[in-house]
C-alpha cells in the first residue's frame, strides 16, 4: 500500500469518525428538527466545498426561523422603560435595590452613575458608573434614611422574605423592604418599582405575585403614585395606565412610579 493510498484511508477514517461524531449530536440535539437538520449538513457541505474547514460540529437547527431579537417580556419593558423615565427625570442620585445588574442597571449606567444594593455580593463590574453596597432592606441600617432623591427596585421586592437568594425567611419580607425603600428616599424623592401582577399569590420559594391595586395599601400615607405602567400575559408593554383598568392577568408586571408623601 502506498504513502498516498494510505493518506487517504486515514482520511477517510477521520471523516468517518467526524460524521458518527455529528450524527450523534444531531440525534441529540433532536434530530426530529429534520428541516433545521438538513439545512445544517446542505449548509454545512456547501462551506466545506468552498474550501472551509470546520474544526468542532456544534450544530444549531432552528435560530434561522426566529425573529432578529426579543422585544418583548418583563424585563426587555421594565429595564427600558423605567431607564428612560430616570433620564428624564435627572435626579441628583439615583439608587438601586436588587434589580438586574446585567439589565436595567446596565441601561442606567451608560448615561449616568447609579448606586446598587443587594443582600448579595457583588465582584467589582470593572464600570465606574456602578457603585455596590451589600446590605439587607428588610434590616435597614439608619445610616440608609433620606439619602437618595431616586430609587427604584425592579422585579426585586416578590423575593423579599423567601429564602431564594439567602435573605431571612420572613413573610411580610416585601412589606418591610417597601416601608425601607420609603425611609431611604428624601422628601418627594421618586420610587420606581415592578413586580409581578395578577392573583395574590406565594410561589414558595421563587416569588409572589400581587394585585395590581394591592401596592395601594402598602403605600398609604407613604406614598402617591404617578404613573403605572404594566406587562401583560402576552409580554406586551400598555403605558400610563389605569388602575383600574387593569384586566385579569395571570403573570404580568406592574411598573409603579411614586412619590414620597411623607
Same mark, same amino acid.
Given at each position: 500500500? &502506498? ?10 477514517? %477521520? ?5 458518527? %461524531? ?25 462551506? &466545506?466545498?468552498?474550501?472551509? /474547514? /470546520? !474544526? ?15 422585544? &418583548? *417580556? ?7 422603560? /423605567? ?20 439589565? =436595567? ?5 451608560? =448615561? ?22 451589600? @446590605? ?11 439619602? &437618595? ?6 422585579? @426585586? ?12 425567611? +420572613? ?8 416601608? +425601607? ?18 392573583? $395574590?399569590?406565594?410561589? =414558595? ?34 403605558? +400610563?395606565?389605569?388602575?383600574? $383598568? ?7 408586571? *406592574?411598573?409603579? !412610579?411614586? %412619590?414620597?408623601?411623607?
Amino acid at each position: 500500500m &502506498t504513502k498516498a493510498s494510505d493518506s487517504s484511508q486515514s482520511t477517510l477514517l %477521520k471523516d468517518l469518525r467526524l460524521y458518527i %461524531k455529528l450524527l450523534s449530536i444531531l440525534l441529540r440535539s433532536g434530530l426530529r428538527k429534520s428541516q433545521g437538520a438538513r439545512k445544517y449538513l446542505s449548509d454545512m457541505r456547501r462551506f &466545506t466545498e468552498a474550501g472551509g /474547514v /470546520v !474544526t468542532h460540529f456544534y450544530p444549531i437547527l432552528d435560530e434561522y426561523k426566529e425573529q432578529a431579537g426579543t422585544a &418583548t *417580556g418583563h424585563y426587555f419593558h421594565q429595564d427600558l422603560l /423605567v431607564a428612560s423615565l430616570i433620564h428624564d427625570a435627572k435626579p441628583k442620585r439615583h439608587i438601586d435595590v436588587g434589580s438586574r445588574v446585567d439589565g =436595567f442597571v446596565a441601561h442606567v449606567a451608560a =448615561f449616568r452613575n447609579i448606586e446598587v444594593l443587594d443582600f448579595r455580593p457583588l465582584l467589582s463590574c470593572g464600570h465606574k458608573q456602578i457603585k455596590f453596597m451589600q @446590605a439587607d432592606l428588610m434590616s435597614l441600617d439608619s445610616q440608609l434614611y433620606e439619602i &437618595t432623591d431616586s430609587l427604584s427596585c425592579l422585579h @426585586a421586592i416578590e423575593h423579599f422574605g423567601l429564602g431564594r437568594y439567602g435573605d431571612p425567611v +420572613n413573610p411580610d419580607g416585601h412589606l418591610e423592604g417597601f416601608i +425601607n425603600l420609603h425611609k431611604m428616599l428624601k422628601p418627594d424623592g421618586k420610587l420606581y418599582i415592578s413586580f409581578p401582577i395578577g392573583e $395574590n399569590s406565594v410561589y =414558595f420559594n421563587a416569588h409572589r405575585v400581587f394585585e395590581p391595586r394591592e401596592i395601594l395599601k402598602w403605600s398609604k400615607g407613604l406614598f402617591k403614585l404617578e404613573r403605572f405602567d404594566y406587562v401583560d400575559d402576552r409580554g406586551d408593554l400598555h403605558q +400610563n395606565q389605569s388602575l383600574e $383598568n387593569v384586566p385579569s392577568l395571570t403573570y404580568g408586571c *406592574g411598573i409603579y !412610579t411614586m %412619590k414620597k408623601e411623607a
